[in-house]
């Protein structure tokens, strides 16, 4: 079982900068492949990035310019750092955990959730 805690998330204006975090109880971190995904009003939930065990990363083209995933095994704690952030960029972002060494875009892929944590950005 892993328990997954999300934070960091609020009101931000254009251009600005927020940093999420994902803490992760129980056992076998280091098993897991660790992903973010958000949902936008209206839209589906889309895979944004992820970051496996050893710390290589992936993140989708449309933020990978301005979004940075991270991880910190001793704490076991995943970090989505989020830069010159946009009114698009609102949405319900969630850590998710994924049993594999490898990168895991889809959503079933998944066997733990966050509860999520709202960004919202202002014009």
């Known amino acids: 079982q892993v328990q997954l805690v999300e934070s960091g998330g609020g009101l931000v204006q254009a251009g600005g900068s927020l940093r999420l975090s994902c803490a992760a109880s129980?056992?076998?971190?280091?098993?897991?492949?660790m992903g973010w995904f958000r949902q936008a009003p209206g839209k589906e939930r889309e895979f944004v990035g992820g970051?496996?065990?050893?710390?290589?990363?992936n993140v989708i083209d449309s933020v990978s310019d301005r979004f940075t995933i991270s991880r910190d095994n001793a704490r076991s704690t995943v970090y989505l750092q989020m830069d010159s952030l946009k009114p698009e960029d609102t949405a319900v972002y969630c850590c998710?955990?994924?049993?594999?060494?490898?990168?895991?875009?889809?959503?079933?892929?998944?066997?733990?959730w966050g509860q999520g944590t709202q960004v919202t950005v202002s014009s």
């Open positions: 998710a955990a994924a049993r594999s060494n490898m990168l895991v875009t889809s959503q079933g892929g998944y066997g733990y």
């Open positions: 129980g056992r076998s971190f280091w098993n897991y492949y």
């Open positions: 970051v496996t065990w050893t710390g290589q990363t």
